[in-house]
């Protein structure tokens, strides 16, 4: 079974340029998630989706951030304009829906570099 | 709010010695609780879950954890440590209705050869 595909492995720009991330979840999964992962800290929430709604984007800072997810498959997070702030690992993840579904599955993520 | 404290942030133990990583978790409803292990330059990989089933739970590479309703613990375990256990290892929490975990700060295990 193929796992979380995820695009660019890395990615460097100056601040106040646009950059965007592509994630592929498993097949099958309904439920997708963004994580940001800032050096030496645990993964944070950025928004989560249920096929193509957004279920929680509570801790997504919409002023900069936008994510879509289009026909309920793949899907993009797009940071414009970048701060220096911005500077981490993008982790996708995809998961069955509840109750079959008890576990994430996490791609390798994409480390961004804003300089 | 679900949330989980790891005790730690970094542990070093001998080659052969036993390893414990500490995870208290606080939780309004019965809690699902992960360990996820990180590689460098690697995504996370689940190493074991706990779904309110057997309270001692098993998982990959000889690790275990054992959920302590009475201490809201669930510490990871392994009995023997191998060099290739070196990496930083993510206490998780989510509830039987949705999926979105919260994860702690992590622990960063190295192995003393």
């Known amino acids: 079974e193929a796992g979380v595909a995820q695009s660019p492995r890395y990615k460097i720009i100056e601040k106040r340029q646009s950059v965007a991330f592509w994630c592929n979840p498993i097949?099958?999964?309904?439920?997708l998630y963004w994580y940001q992962q800032i050096l030496g800290q645990g993964p944070k929430l950025l928004i989560q989706?249920?096929?193509?709604?957004?279920?929680?984007d509570s801790q997504l800072p919409k002023d900069r951030f936008s994510a879509e997810r289009l026909k309920g498959v793949d899907s993009t997070l797009k940071i414009q304009p970048a701060k220096l702030e911005d500077s981490a690992v993008y982790l996708c993840a995809s998961s069955l829906e509840r109750p079959e579904g008890t576990e994430a599955f996490f791609g390798q993520g994409t480390r961004l570099t804003v300089v | 709010a679900q949330s989980v404290t790891q005790l730690g942030s970094h542990v070093s133990v001998s080659e052969g010695a036993l390893v414990l990583l500490r995870c208290n978790y606080s939780s309004s409803v019965p809690p699902y609780l992960f360990w996820y292990v990180q590689y460098p330059n690697q995504g996370l990989q689940l190493l074991l879950k706990?779904?309110?089933?057997?309270?001692l739970v098993k998982g990959i590479n000889g690790f275990e954890a054992e959920f302590k309703k009475s201490e809201t613990s669930f510490h990871l375990t392994k009995p023997s440590a191998h060099m290739s256990d070196a990496a930083e290892y993510f206490c998780a929490v989510s509830d039987s209705g949705n999926e979105k975990l919260t994860f702690g700060t992590g622990t960063r295990l190295t192995i003393i050869p």
């Open positions: 989706f249920q096929n193509n709604g957004v279920v929680d």
């Open positions: 706990y779904t309110s089933a057997a309270t």
């Open positions: 097949s099958g999964h309904a439920t």
